[in-house]
Nanobody, 127 residues
Framework: QVQLVESGGDSVQAGGSLRLSCAAS????????IAWFRQAPGKEREGVAA????????YYADSAKGRFTISQENVKNTVFLQMNGLKPEDTALYFC????????????????????WGQGTQVTVSS
């Protein structure tokens, strides 16, 4: 059974940094797209960054480009989201999600493609 466990969320001031972790287990796909999504109160969930496990190719939402970096540590099956220059509008519950496919420019943030989700970790950025 695929399990995803997020950690690293915290409360920080604007301009600060956080590193989120997503520990993944139980999957057997040769290619896995793991993505970070976030959902702010009263807003729809949105994709932030994605990475394919076997290629290492990454994708970012416009809001994340230049500030966030997604990476992976294959030995530990962990995906990270390094977030720098945090803004109050980054405040949200951050989820990681996994699916048995390669992330692509068109499918990377299609929620229906991801069959497995974590419980989320809260990020709060104060001004």
């Amino acid at each position: 059974q695929v399990q995803l466990v997020e950690s690293g969320g915290d409360s920080v001031q604007a301009g600060g940094s956080l590193r989120l972790s997503c520990a993944a287990s139980g999957y057997t796909w040769s290619s896995t797209c793991i993505a970070w999504f976030r959902q702010a109160p009263g807003k729809e969930r949105e994709g932030v960054a994605a990475i394919t496990s076997d290629t290492g190719i990454t994708y970012y939402a416009d809001s994340a480009k230049g500030r966030f970096t997604i990476s992976q540590e294959n030995v530990k099956n962990t995906v990270f989201l390094q977030m720098n220059g945090l803004k109050p509008e980054d405040t949200a519950l951050y989820f990681c999600a996994a699916g048995g496919f390669r992330c692509g420019s068109r499918n990377r943030f299609l929620e229906g493609n991801f069959g497995h989700w974590g419980q989320g970790t809260q990020v709060t950025v104060s001004s």
